[in-house]
């Protein structure tokens, strides 16, 4: 009996759903499930999901507040209900984003994640089921740090840069999100060229970090994120987690090519990648001498915060 692309990628790496569409996880099974507030908008279009806000709106009302701090409870509160689903549906975890435009705020973010864990804990649901996404900036890495160290764990997402990638080891976060895609994407734009997935500027910076954690020791998870085709994901085969998109993971599991592991840790240990440390200074330095990575960041954190808006006039309309 021939084993699929998806079930040979399960055996050397967890798989988490990149979708905030309910259906398509219990579809794929995949061990943990990744939002963002791209992905709650779209979801939240969909009449299947009409009652999550209304729901939202109810609870938020119930605690007496109106106006503006009235909105940002609902908007907290749909965060939650949509990770409560995700929870039901996944045995592991599920990642809830800080509100992006708090990406250089270390006190507002440090708030927020407390309060959505606080959330969590009150519906009964472990800490330890829940990343927190945050922007890896140097503002949300030094957060991540103090999260960490009270049993918050975090989730880096927006990482396009080695720089990114080693102050999140060094400040002890639970996993970064490294955007394959993403990366490929300027690179295509910048060069007019295409690239096969074992040259792919995204797939050979995520191999690099990974190799980098493994060999000096970190124990920060790495998964691979924002994929534009299937190569970029067999090229990371054997990551500790890649985050995939359902139409992907449809594609994955009605192949039946070989998917071979293409990452290990003894294989890493091997590699030649040299010890780096980075106090604030040199890490904005070399974030700005990366144009890729710095324009990608802000791109991201850009759209994201858009996309908050829009699901914030969402809701001030249904709330009226």
């Known amino acids: 009996m021939t084993v699929n692309q998806l079930e040979q990628l399960r055996q050397v790496t967890t798989v988490v759903a990149d979708t905030g569409d309910f259906e398509s996880m219990k579809a794929y099974q995949p061990q943990d499930a990744t939002t963002n507030p791209s992905l709650i908008l779209q979801a939240a279009a969909k009449p299947e999901y009409r009652h999550l806000l209304d729901q939202a709106i109810t609870d938020a009302k119930a605690g007496g507040a109106g106006g503006e701090i009235l909105l940002g409870t609902a908007m907290d509160r749909i965060l939650v209900l949509f990770g409560l689903e995700i929870l039901k549906i996944v045995p592991g975890r599920v990642s809830t984003e800080v509100d992006a435009r708090l990406s250089f705020d270390v006190?507002?973010?440090?708030?927020?994640?407390?309060?959505?864990?606080?959330?969590?804990?009150?519906?009964?649901?472990?800490?330890?089921?829940?990343?927190?996404?945050?922007?890896?900036?140097?503002?949300?890495?030094?957060?991540?740090?103090?999260?960490?160290?009270?049993?918050?764990?975090?989730?880096?997402?927006?990482?396009?840069?080695?720089?990114?990638a080693?102050?999140?080891?060094?400040?002890?976060?639970?996993?970064?999100?490294?955007?394959?895609?993403?990366i490929l994407d300027w690179h295509k734009a910048a060069t007019g060229r295409d690239f096969s997935a074992e040259e792919d500027p995204g797939v050979l910076s995520v191999r690099r970090i990974y190799n980098y954690y493994k060999k000096h020791g970190y124990s920060t998870e790495v998964m691979g994120a924002s994929f534009r085709n299937k190569g970029e994901i067999l090229a990371l085969a054997g990551c500790d987690l890649l985050t995939i998109s359902p139409a992907l993971l449809g594609e994955l599991q009605a192949s039946g090519e070989p998917a071979p592991a293409r990452l290990s840790a003894s294989d890493a240990a091997a590699s030649n990648e040299p010890k780096i440390t980075l106090d604030e200074k040199s890490f904005r330095y070399a974030l700005n001498e990366d144009a890729m990575a710095t324009e990608k960041t802000a791109q991201g954190i850009r759209g994201f915060a858009a996309d908050i808006v829009k699901l914030e006039t969402l809701f001030r309309g249904m709330i009226g």
């Open 166 to 182: 080693v102050a999140c080891a060094e400040a002890g976060v639970r996993l970064i999100s490294p955007f394959v895609g993403r």
């Open 107 to 164: 006190a507002g973010t440090l708030a927020k994640a407390r309060q959505l864990i606080a959330a969590y804990e009150k519906e009964d649901q472990p800490r330890e089921r829940i990343l927190i996404k945050i922007a890896s900036t140097w503002e949300g890495i030094k957060a991540a740090e103090v999260l960490e160290k009270e049993g918050i764990r975090c989730n880096l997402t927006l990482l396009f840069s080695h720089a990114q």
